[in-house]
């Protein structure tokens, strides 16, 4: 078992920025990918951004040229530093990892709130 826990939300206006963390433990050894996912009110869970343990990245459309993830290792931690935020931007933000030849993300914290508005 892998378990995931995310902080650095809160309240930002538009336009400014906010950093995720996402610190794991448990069975960490078999984890490839980890990632960051959000489910905005009345919506579908969606893919932000994900990272291999080789460092290959994937972004949403919605958040490339915004968004960065970055992975430590050795640190076993996973960060989202979100640049030029929107209203739209607004969800609670989950951290997700899966271990290597499985096709789905499977392991989640337990979401944290980020608000964008003035």
Excluded: H
């Amino acid at each position: 078992q892998v378990q995931l826990v995310e902080s650095g939300g809160g309240l930002v206006q538009p336009g400014g920025s906010l950093r995720l963390s996402c610190g794991a433990s448990g069975s960490i050894s078999s984890i490839n990918a980890m990632g960051w996912y959000r489910q905005a009110p009345g919506k579908q869970r969606e893919l932000v951004a994900t990272i291999t343990n080789t460092g290959r990245t994937n972004y949403a459309d919605s958040v490339k040229g915004r968004f960065t993830i970055s992975r430590d290792n050795a640190k076993n931690t996973v960060s989202l530093q979100m640049n030029s935020l929107k209203p739209e931007d607004t969800a609670v933000y989950y951290c997700a990892a899966k271990r290597i030849l499985v096709p789905s993300y499977e392991y989640w914290g337990q979401g944290i709130q980020v608000t964008v508005s003035s």
